[in-house]
C-alpha cells in the first residue's frame, strides 16, 4: 500500500539484532529514514516510520520494543505492553495487519526460501568453489546479476572488479572466481556483450527466471556473518 511519487530512495543495509539486517529507505537529499524492510519479509513489508507522516500523533505505539536498552529518563506510560527485547507478532499486530500479511504470503515466503538456500549454502563458512546443486548456482548468479544497474553499460575490467568485490564477502580467496561467475552470467543470458565484445549490460528481465524480485536484496556477506553467530551462539550454549 506504499506508493513512491516521486524521487529514489536510497536504500542502506543497516545490522540489527538478528544478525540479518535491515534496508533502510532514506532520502538520498535529507537523509531521513522513511521506511525499513526488515530480514523476516524482506521487500515484500514495508515498516514507515511515523515520524514522517503529516499526523504522527494519530499513530501511537501499540508496543514498546528492546526497552532492556532503553535510557532511565525514557519513561513508557503506565499500562502500555513494553517487552524487554522483540514482539511476538502474532499476539500484538492488529487483526487487519495479521490479514495483510497473509495476503503477502506467497511473496514472503519466496523471499524466505531463498534466504534459507543461502543460509544452507553458507553454514560450512565461505564458499570453496562453484556449488554443485543448479539450484545453488541458480541462485548465485540471479544475485550476482542484481549487483548490476539495468540501462548501464559496464567494461569488462569493470563488470569484473564488481563482481570480485562482491564474492569477496563470502567466499575463500581461492573459491567462486570473478571469471567463472562472469561466464556463467553471459551463459545464461544475465549479462549480455555488445557486437565488439568490450561492453556488457545486465539483462533484467531475464533475473526474474533465476531468483524472486524480493529476494534479490538478500546479501551473501551479511548472511555469512548471521550464521557465524548463530553457530557460535549455539556453541556457547551447548558449552553452558
Known amino acids: 500500500r506504499v506508493e513512491r511519487l516521486a524521487g529514489e530512495p536510497e536504500l542502506v543495509r543497516t545490522p540489527s539484532e538478528s544478525g540479518y539486517g535491515q534496508l533502510v529507505a532514506r532520502c538520498p537529499s535529507c537523509r531521513i529514514a522513511l521506511w525499513s524492510h526488515y530480514a523476516g519479509s524482506g521487500p515484500a513489508a514495508t515498516f514507515v516510520r511515523v515520524g514522517t507522516l503529516d499526523e504522527p500523533d494519530r499513530c501511537p505505539p501499540d ?16 499500562g502500555a505492553l513494553a517487552v524487554a527485547e522483540y514482539y511476538d507478532r502474532e499476539t500484538c499486530w492488529p487483526a487487519e495487519s495479521l490479514e495483510r500479511r497473509r495476503a503477502m504470503a506467497p511473496r514472503i515466503e519466496a523471499y524466505q526460501a531463498a534466504l534459507a538456500d543461502l543460509k544452507r549454502l553458507l553454514a560450512n563458512g565461505p564458499i570453496e568453489g562453484w556449488p554443485g546443486r543448479e539450484g545453488d548456482q541458480r541462485l548465485l548468479m540471479g544475485l550476482a546479476a542484481g549487483r548490476f544497474v539495468p540501462g548501464e553499460a559496464y567494461t569488462e575490467r569493470q563488470a569484473s572488479d564488481r563482481l570480485r568485490e562482491w564474492l569477496a564477502g563470502f567466499c575463500t580467496p581461492r573459491g567462486l572466481d570473478h571469471v567463472t561467475l562472469r561466464r556463467a552470467l553471459v551463459d545464461a ?16 528481465a531475464r533475473i526474474a527466471d533465476f531468483i524472486a524480485a524480493d529476494a534479490r536484496v538478500l546479501d551473501p556477506a551479511s548472511i555469512r556473518e548471521a550464521v557465524r553467530r548463530e553457530r557460535e551462539s549455539r556453541k556457547r550454549e551447548r558449552a553452558r
Open 63 to 78: 508496543v514498546h520494543i528492546f526497552t532492556r536498552s532503553k535510557q532511565p529518563w525514557v519513561v513508557i506510560p503506565e
Open 189 to 204: 543470458g544475465l549479462l549480455v556483450r555488445d557486437k565488439a565484445g568490450t561492453a556488457y549490460a545486465v539483462n533484467a
